[in-house]
């Protein structure tokens, strides 16, 4: 159990320096997705190359099972679209405390679509953090410090939220027959070539960009992407729902610290974000609904925002 107790704790690190690496770099959002997800899809072939196994099965996947997945790989381009957008437009700790509450999204439509059943705590979960969204969206127009929080970047992140919610829900049952290599292979190919289109469509750049730039987002894809979001799949089957639960809370936490204190380890104190009191309450209010909300939820409910 250590190990995998580890393996979670690594995975929770590695997925809160995302939005430090979004930060640090100069591109437009869009272009900042698009090579998140080409160069994590170029750093699972090496995988796909060495396991004959992996290639055959996505060979011989089903038309309507590779349909799903394309409609996934879609959803998840908008998430990362919608997301790293928001990161631009509000504060690291309102942007992934919103995004992250995407099982409080996923509960009420697996109610309602997939007529899973949804308990009283997770019913309280939701409306709690449906409150906390609403201080933290509503009550930080025009009073945050240095602009950092702007409605339409909350707002934004909250849609990410709902992509991501709608990724989960979408991948949920072909997780049960399809490899995670292979699912996220296919996944993260079709959202690469998505978010190309989507580049086109609004002109964002995705040849030139700054060296340090194209670095920058390789590191984000094998540290966020590869070790963050490998080992938290390799945890989750090995490790208690309720312990996943609050695993989810690491996220806003630790990227909200790392963006004050990095800052100030590499000596631009200036530039690092302090949460503001609206953040702190209304994110702490959506912190908790979303574990209330996830606690007792199934571990497949708790797939990662990738």
Known sequence: MQKYSLGLFISIVAVSFA???ILSCQAPPLSIAFYR???TTILLLPVLLIRKKTRDEIRSLPRMTLLIMIVIGVILAAHFSLW??????TSVASSVILVTAHPVLVAPV???FLKE????INALGIAISLAGVGVLVIGNYGFSAFGLDTIEGNILALLGGVAAGLYILGGRKLRKTVSTVSYAFVVYTVGAITLFFI????DAPIINLAISDYSIILLMALVSGIFGHTLYNWSLGHIRASVMSVALLGEP????F???????????PWVAQIPSAFTIIGGTIILLGIYLTARTVKETDLLENV
Request: proline fraction near 3%.
């Open 84 to 89: 790293i957008t928001s990161l631009k437009m």
């Open 110 to 112: 697996s109610f309602y």
């Open 253 to 256: 936490i630790g990227s909200t």
């Open 199 to 202: 580049c086109l469509s609004f």
């Open 19 to 21: 939005s430090i690496f």
């Open 117 to 120: 059943k949804l308990s009283w």
């Open 258 to 268: 790392l963006a004050f204190v990095i800052p100030q380890i590499i000596l631009v």
């Open 37 to 39: 997800l080409l160069f």
